[in-house]
């Protein structure tokens, strides 16, 4: 049987109009590609989304030295890191330079590059969303994107001990790497039940010396004496320090 | 936070400026050294591979007149002094295209001398001079170490001689592996990696250091060394380990002037960009006869940083690239 050329027609119309479909969001992804997150964008248009790098990733993937700021994320022996700090440096007859400080978002270690002027290096598809710790299965940490409802599961090297600030509803920041989660960082302050703790001496506000209590969620954090069982306290995770008690 | 209207430096700054305009004008008017102006858009310009410039584009259609920022007013200059200026300085801008960041600005200020009949030596006295006058140092803090004595001092190797081998060790067992993969067998990158990394940080400590008798695969527009020809005459003047000056024993040869040119138009294809027309009008300068000279580039912005306790063009600029 003989397919009428014609049949082809709405087939070429669909793949143009999906191919401005694309080229709009890419547009849209490029203007927001530096700030949090694509915040409104539906799980349907984030894939679309990234329908769209991958058709287009040999245009977004490469950053020239010229391009290097704080907060770039590209790719380093085949890991997503973050540029810190980029210093130009050229001799004025010579060689130019670029010596970048990056730190490995998988690893969180901070090493020292130096590139020659005008080479390109990959770009990372690193970004960060902000998420709602769901639930742990014993293996897996599991978090979900509130507004498009999008689940992601995070295993034990990217929640790191963050987890022992997390309680279940939480929101906190997740960073994805192609999608799947590289880190998870908590909220500066947090608000966790003490679930033990010695019992102090009634009447001590004085807040010397302190003791040690476990938190809801095992955290252990040095407590003032008069702090009991039961208790709410807000916690500074950047510290792990107790800040106050919380009145319920 | 300041608005992108603003003047990135303070105010005084401005003042300090114009005061140490009107210091270098003295000095040279003290000495007999004459003023001049030259072109900053030229129908020419380097052909120096590590040296990116601005073209722009002089509309007479249907013929438009390709024009080039000068990178240094060195080509110019070196006319004049051709046709018998005498020695002459010049205080203007220069570009780069490019060089951005702490220590670049693509748009500079330039102090650039020729004194006629000094060698390399005298040249470097009176850079040693004019900084004291400017910066307010004293004589004392002055240092000049030939550029062998210092890399070795500071490294252990011989900038003269390259032995792949020995500077792997070397980048190995001293932080800079990447120069490595880098700078490969090119003895010339090897030369500015090292001493951008160790060497440069190791002058820190001293307030006026001039390095002389760089190594002959950087002579730029240098002699090389009658007595030594593994040296060109070309010196640096670093502040407190930051570069704030070239000079050079000027080459007066056309032919070699021009084989450098080709040089340097050969090194472009390999870089992939593109090659510059030979300065037809100076290597005809240079034909017709360039007298003896030593000659340097000094960036006042640089200097003027070296002034405050600021560690930035910016601190020292009114409108620097992101606010021009």
């Known amino acids: 049987m003989r397919i009428p050329i014609g049949c082809f027609l709405p087939i070429a119309a669909l793949l143009k109009q999906l191919r401005s479909l694309a080229m709009r969001l890419f547009q849209r992804l490029a203007f927001d590609k530096n700030q949090r997150a694509i915040n409104s964008a539906s799980v349907s248009a984030r894939s679309i989304v990234k329908i769209t790098i991958c058709l287009l990733e040999e245009k977004m993937a490469k950053y020239s030295t010229n391009e290097f700021k704080a907060g770039l994320k590209i790719m380093l022996d085949q890991d997503p890191c973050a540029i810190i700090e980029n210093e130009f440096i050229k001799p004025g007859k010579g060689q130019a330079f670029n010596r970048v400080k990056i730190r490995n978002l998988k690893n969180g270690r901070v090493i020292e590059r130096t590139f020659k002027s005008g080479e390109s290096v990959d770009g990372a598809d690193v970004m960060d969303i902000e998420v709602q710790y769901l639930y742990n299965d014993g293996e897996f940490w599991h978090f979900m994107e509130p507004e498009s409802y999008e689940q992601y599961q995070a295993d034990s090297n990217a929640v790191t001990d963050v987890v022992k600030w997390l309680k279940e509803q939480d929101i906190c920041t997740m960073t994805l790497w192609n999608d799947s989660p590289l880190s998870v960082s908590p909220p500066n302050f947090v608000e966790l039940a003490v679930a033990d703790t010695d019992p102090g001496l009634k009447g001590d506000t004085s807040g010397g010396g302190g003791k040690p209590a476990t938190m809801e969620t095992g955290a252990v954090v040095r407590v003032p004496l008069f702090v009991q069982i039961g208790e709410m306290i807000r916690i500074d995770t950047r510290t792990g320090e107790y800040v106050s008690r919380v009145k319920e | ?324």
């Open chain 2, 1 to 324: 936070m300041k608005q992108s209207w603003e003047p990135a430096c303070d105010i005084n700054y401005l003042r300090i400026r114009a005061q140490m305009m009107s210091k270098i004008r003295c000095f040279f008017e003290d000495r007999a050294v004459l003023e001049v102006e030259t072109p900053l858009l030229c129908s020419a310009t380097g052909t120096d591979p590590q040296l990116d410039f601005f073209s722009s584009y002089f509309h007479s259609e249907p013929d438009n007149i390709e024009l080039f920022l000068q990178t240094s007013p060195e080509f110019a200059m070196k006319r004049l002094l051709a046709a018998g200026s005498g020695s002459i300085y010049q205080l203007c801008k220069a570009f780069r295209n490019g060089e951005l960041g702490r220590y670049h600005n693509p748009e500079f200020s330039i102090l650039e001398w020729y004194r006629v009949d000094f060698n390399l030596n005298q040249l470097m006295d009176e850079t040693a001079d004019l900084i004291v006058e400017l910066l307010g140092i004293s004589a004392e803090s002055i240092s000049k170490i030939s550029y062998k004595e210092l890399f070795e001092k500071v490294t252990g190797l011989n900038p003269l001689f390259f032995n792949q081998k020995e500077y792997v060790e070397y980048a190995e067992n001293n932080k800079i592996k990447d120069a490595i993969l880098l700078c490969g067998d090119d003895h010339s990158m090897w030369l500015d990696f090292i001493f951008s990394y160790k060497i440069q940080p190791a002058l820190k400590e001293q307030t006026l250091c001039m390095v002389y008798g760089y190594p002959a695969i950087q002579s730029s527009l240098a002699r090389i060394n009658q007595s030594d020809s593994s040296v060109a005459d070309r010196f640096e003047v670093f502040i407190k380990g930051i570069e704030v000056g070239n000079g050079f024993f000027e080459l007066a040869d056309a032919v070699e002037q021009e084989r450098r040119f080709d040089q340097e138009n050969s090194a472009r294809q390999i870089k992939k960009l593109r090659t510059i027309n030979k300065d037809e009008k100076f290597l005809d300068a240079l034909r017709y006869g360039l007298p003896d000279c030593s000659g340097i580039a000094l960036g006042i912005d640089r200097l003027l940083m070296s002034i405050g306790d600021v560690n930035s063009l910016n601190d020292v600029m009114a409108f620097p690239f992101n606010r021009a």
